[in-house]
Protein backbone atom coordinates (compact mmCIF):
# COMPACT_ATOMS: atom_id res chain seq x y z
CA UNK A 1 0.00 0.00 0.00
CA UNK A 2 1.15 3.47 -1.01
CA UNK A 3 1.90 5.81 2.00
CA UNK A 4 -1.10 8.23 0.93
CA UNK A 5 0.49 11.02 2.38
CA UNK A 6 3.41 11.45 0.96
CA UNK A 7 2.06 13.65 -1.81
CA UNK A 8 1.90 16.53 1.09
CA UNK A 9 5.73 16.36 1.96
CA UNK A 10 6.05 17.80 -2.02
CA UNK A 11 3.33 20.21 -1.42
CA UNK A 12 4.81 21.82 1.71
CA UNK A 13 8.27 21.58 0.15
CA UNK A 14 7.52 23.43 -2.70
CA UNK A 15 4.72 25.87 -2.08
CA UNK A 16 4.51 28.24 0.69
CA UNK A 17 0.92 28.67 0.30
CA UNK A 18 0.20 25.16 1.59
CA UNK A 19 2.90 25.62 4.30
CA UNK A 20 1.31 28.72 5.51
CA UNK A 21 -2.17 26.58 5.53
CA UNK A 22 -0.09 24.04 7.46
CA UNK A 23 1.03 26.39 10.15
CA UNK A 24 -2.75 27.35 10.67
CA UNK A 25 -4.39 24.28 10.50
CA UNK A 26 -1.00 23.02 13.00
CA UNK A 27 -1.76 26.16 15.80
CA UNK A 28 -5.61 25.56 15.25
CA UNK A 29 -5.42 21.97 16.05
CA UNK A 30 -3.82 23.03 20.13
CA UNK A 31 -6.79 25.02 20.40
CA UNK A 32 -9.96 23.73 22.77
CA UNK A 33 -11.75 23.70 19.45
CA UNK A 34 -9.98 20.46 18.56
CA UNK A 35 -9.49 18.81 21.43
CA UNK A 36 -11.83 16.23 20.09
CA UNK A 37 -10.22 15.44 17.26
CA UNK A 38 -6.67 15.03 18.78
CA UNK A 39 -8.39 12.93 21.82
CA UNK A 40 -10.40 10.76 18.53
CA UNK A 41 -6.87 10.15 16.77
CA UNK A 42 -5.27 9.23 20.12
CA UNK A 43 -8.52 6.83 21.13
CA UNK A 44 -7.85 5.27 17.61
CA UNK A 45 -4.24 5.10 18.11
CA UNK A 46 -4.53 3.16 21.36
CA UNK A 47 -7.00 0.61 19.68
CA UNK A 48 -4.55 0.14 17.12
CA UNK A 49 -1.86 -0.96 19.37
CA UNK A 50 -4.26 -3.10 21.70
CA UNK A 51 -4.88 -4.92 18.44
CA UNK A 52 -1.42 -5.42 17.84
CA UNK A 53 -0.73 -6.79 21.45
CA UNK A 54 -3.65 -8.58 21.49
CA UNK A 55 -3.39 -12.83 21.74
CA UNK A 56 -5.96 -12.84 18.79
CA UNK A 57 -3.06 -10.80 16.55
CA UNK A 58 -0.39 -12.16 17.88
CA UNK A 59 -1.41 -15.49 17.00
CA UNK A 60 -2.97 -15.14 13.96
CA UNK A 61 -1.46 -15.96 10.47
CA UNK A 62 1.81 -14.19 9.72
CA UNK A 63 0.28 -12.86 6.06
CA UNK A 64 -2.56 -11.69 8.66
CA UNK A 65 0.10 -10.16 10.74
CA UNK A 66 1.67 -8.35 7.84
CA UNK A 67 -1.30 -6.71 6.44
CA UNK A 68 -2.91 -5.67 9.72
CA UNK A 69 0.78 -3.98 10.26
CA UNK A 70 0.81 -2.61 7.27
CA UNK A 71 -2.32 -1.07 7.51
CA UNK A 72 -1.99 0.58 10.80
CA UNK A 73 1.39 2.03 10.07
CA UNK A 74 -0.21 3.59 6.79
CA UNK A 75 -3.42 4.73 9.03
CA UNK A 76 -0.52 6.17 11.87
CA UNK A 77 0.72 8.16 8.91
CA UNK A 78 -2.23 9.64 8.09
CA UNK A 79 -3.26 10.71 11.72
CA UNK A 80 0.48 11.79 12.30
CA UNK A 81 0.20 14.08 9.03
CA UNK A 82 -3.56 15.00 10.49
CA UNK A 83 -2.54 15.86 13.84
CA UNK A 84 0.25 18.52 12.91
CA UNK A 85 1.28 18.48 9.38
CA UNK A 86 4.30 20.86 9.89
CA UNK A 87 6.04 18.30 12.33
CA UNK A 88 5.09 15.08 9.86
CA UNK A 89 6.67 16.71 6.84
CA UNK A 90 10.18 17.75 9.36
CA UNK A 91 10.36 14.08 10.30
CA UNK A 92 9.81 12.98 7.02
CA UNK A 93 12.79 14.78 5.27
CA UNK A 94 14.96 14.29 8.54
CA UNK A 95 14.41 10.22 8.27
CA UNK A 96 15.28 10.98 4.15
CA UNK A 97 18.07 12.38 5.48
CA UNK A 98 19.44 9.79 7.63
CA UNK A 99 18.88 7.56 5.34
CA UNK A 100 20.90 9.13 2.50
CA UNK A 101 23.84 9.64 4.67
CA UNK A 102 23.82 6.04 5.77
CA UNK A 103 23.86 5.11 2.36
CA UNK A 104 26.64 7.00 1.18
CA UNK A 105 28.58 5.57 4.28
CA UNK A 106 27.78 2.12 2.50
CA UNK A 107 28.18 2.78 -0.90
CA UNK A 108 31.98 3.82 -0.98
CA UNK A 109 32.59 0.30 0.99
CA UNK A 110 31.19 -1.62 -1.03
CA UNK A 111 33.25 0.07 -4.01
CA UNK A 112 36.62 -0.86 -2.11
CA UNK A 113 35.87 -4.35 -1.41
CA UNK A 114 35.24 -5.20 -4.75
CA UNK A 115 39.14 -3.76 -5.34
Known sequence: MKNLVTIFEDLFNNHEGFQGSAADFSRAMKTEQFKFLVDAVFMIRGQMAEDMFSYRYTNSDPIEKDVAQRT????????DFLINPQRWVKKKSKLK???ADLASKVTPSRKEGKK
Open 72 to 79: YYNVNQIL
Open 97 to 99: QAY
